[in-house]
């Protein structure tokens, strides 16, 4: 799986700080999230999405060899 996380919060003006903040999450998180090194839970990728006005699929790119 990859993500857009960080182009989605530099396109909306978030730090990661501010980011993490709205979702409850530390910035180590978010900073694991956009180096792709961590996948999150199904509540984490919804309230990432949510903070963006995306659904999941439109925050986190599913990819085949994720099986």
Same mark, same amino acid.
């Given at each position: 799986?990859?993500?857009?996380?960080?182009?989605?919060?530099?396109?909306?003006? +978030?730090?990661?700080?501010?980011?993490?903040?709205?979702?409850?999450?530390?910035?180590? !998180?978010? *900073?694991?999230?956009?180096?792709? /090194?961590?996948?999150?839970?199904?509540? +984490?990728?919804?309230?990432?999405?949510?903070?963006?006005?995306?659904?999941?699929?439109? !925050?986190? *790119?599913?990819?085949?060899?994720? /099986?």
């Amino acid at each position: 799986m990859i993500n857009r996380v960080k182009e989605l919060r530099l396109e909306n003006g +978030l730090t990661q700080q501010e980011l993490a903040d709205r979702v409850c999450v530390s910035s180590r !998180t978010i *900073i694991s999230l956009e180096k792709q /090194k961590y996948n999150p839970s199904v509540l +984490l990728a919804y309230k990432i999405a949510s903070v963006f006005g995306l659904s999941i699929e439109g !925050t986190f *790119i599913f990819d085949d060899d994720d /099986k």
